[in-house]
């Protein structure tokens, strides 16, 4: 089983329009706007009652009560805190003129908060964190909402926001909501959202009926769902996929292919040579979308067509995965390999492996690696299926267009006389923003192929 670094951790990563705060001296965040029993507990355990223009320092840990608070921090962040929530400021680092250090590291330990992320967030997203003991989410928007007891419901108002843990990842687009029942638990999309009143039904009677209206407020009302952003309709993609009829490794990958994403973003055709493959009375499973790649397996159902893919009954667990994307242009491939640009990625999501036995399992982790100038990639993911567990690592992938591909290496328990790694990847959106590939793990000692797609995300 790996050990994930950030288990217990929620990332918070967004694009925010707030500029930084003035006044504050040693406090790294300053109370806009308190009501009700909030106090402070510092690092050395003493206690302070809240009020408006109070200083929060790093170790200071906000608890609500019955009360509730908004907060703003130096980098220009909000944040709104529910009743009977306690908040910790772990870490925080910040300067207006920027430094690449800025960060900052957050714990709900318990309750409901919804927030407006600052400069830290635009200019350092991978050092914003916020952490509880069931997921981990990245955030690329500017407002969301979260509330965490013993399980954890997000919603996002704005972006997009990937929910990892051990057991999974799970993309939301704008306007969507999501539900981590606990850390060994898969994140789930649900229709419903974080349920975040003003005050608690509890405690109604202990706050005042009128009280001064905070400076600069995030909105104390859920936002309307916007828009989600989601790729869809018929267009020319990159597109990678898994389990390809045709291929002995198993891996495809086709470059600015004609294909057709419905309107929940989902891939439900594509150009097959010799014809057309379309995936028939399959499910689709493992959806992800951010609008500029998607991600999904068809299975249990047959799959329909002319295409060298047509007519194939996915039973079981039997899937075939695939990736698509808005593919990057050759002017901008030429302009970050002109620029010497080395760009890194991290996994925004990916199908859950399956095997040529029946079996399915978890994407755990994945990084890439692009060398535009060199034309090269160097990619690293980890999967676990039934009885194996494999680590990829391949240097040196050549690129070509858009597209990259090569045979790397894997390691597991199982890989006694040696598991290679063929896979077909390319990038998608303006300057290279995203990078999605297919892979195929073939164990020879296990007689077993491993099949899957990842989406990045450039970082």
């Known amino acids: 089983m790996r050990t994930n670094p950030y288990r217990s951790v929620v990332r918070l990563i967004a694009l925010a329009a707030c500029l930084p705060a003035a006044g504050y001296a040693a406090g790294v965040a300053r109370v806009d706007f308190a009501v009700g029993d909030v106090i402070a507990v510092r690092a050395d355990g003493s206690r302070k009652a809240l009020t408006r223009g109070a200083e929060l320092e790093v170790g200071d840990t906000v608890d609500t009560q019955r009360g509730r608070a908004q907060l703003r921090f130096q980098d220009g962040a909000y944040m709104s805190l529910q009743p009977d929530t306690s908040f910790r400021i772990e870490e925080f680092r910040f300067a207006e003129n920027g430094t690449g250090n800025d960060g900052v590291v957050m714990s ?26 069931v997921a981990t989410i990245g955030i690329r928007g500017t407002e969301y909402a979260v509330r965490y007891t013993h399980s954890m419901e997000v919603f996002c108002a704005g972006g997009s926001i990937a929910v990892e843990n051990e057991a999974g990842t799970l993309v939301l687009a704008a306007g969507q909501g999501g539900l981590v029942a606990g850390p060994q638990q898969q994140p789930q999309r649900t229709a419903e959202h974080p349920f975040l009143p003003p005050t608690a039904a509890t405690a109604a009677q202990d706050l005042p009926d009128k009280v001064d209206d905070p400076v600069n407020p995030v909105q104390e009302a859920l936002p309307t769902p916007l828009a989600a952003t989601v ?31 419905d309107a929940a973003g989902r891939l439900v055709s594509f150009d097959d040579p010799p014809g057309n493959t379309t995936s028939g009375s399959t499910a689709i499973a493992d959806s992800g979308n951010d609008g500029v790649i998607a991600w999904g397996r068809w299975t249990n159902g047959t799959t329909s067509g002319t295409g060298t893919n047509a007519l194939r009954t996915l039973s079981g667990n039997d899937s075939f995965h695939y990736i698509a994307g808005i593919p990057t242009s050759d002017a901008d491939m030429a302009a970050l390999a002109s620029g010497g640009v080395t760009a890194t990625y991290s996994s925004a999501g990916g199908t859950a492996p399956t095997t040529d036995r029946g079996g399915i399992g978890t994407l755990n982790s994945g990084s890439l690696t692009a060398r535009f100038a060199s034309a090269q990639v160097d990619v690293d993911f980890s999967v676990s299926v039934p009885n194996a567990s494999y680590t990829v690592s391949g240097r040196n992938l050549s690129i070509t267009g858009s597209g990259f591909s090569g045979s790397v290496g894997a390691s597991g328990a199982t890989c006694t006389s040696g598991c290679t790694t063929p896979i077909d990847g390319f990038f998608a959106g303006s300057q290279a923003a995203r990078a999605g590939l297919s892979y195929t793990v073939i164990d020879t000692a296990q007689q077993m192929k491993t099949f899957g797609t990842i989406g990045f995300t450039r970082q």
Do not use: E, H, P
Request: proline share 0%; charged share 10%; hydrophobic share 35%.
């Open 231 to 261: 790729l869809t309709g018929t267009a020319s993609y990159n597109m990678a996929f898994s389990n390809f009829s045709g291929r002995s490794s198993g891996t495809a990958q086709i470059l600015g292919n004609a294909g057709t994403l």
């Open 108 to 133: 709900l330990l318990k309750g409901g908060m919804r927030t407006v992320t600052g400069l830290i967030g635009r200019a350092n997203r991978q050092n914003y964190r916020l952490r509880t003991a």
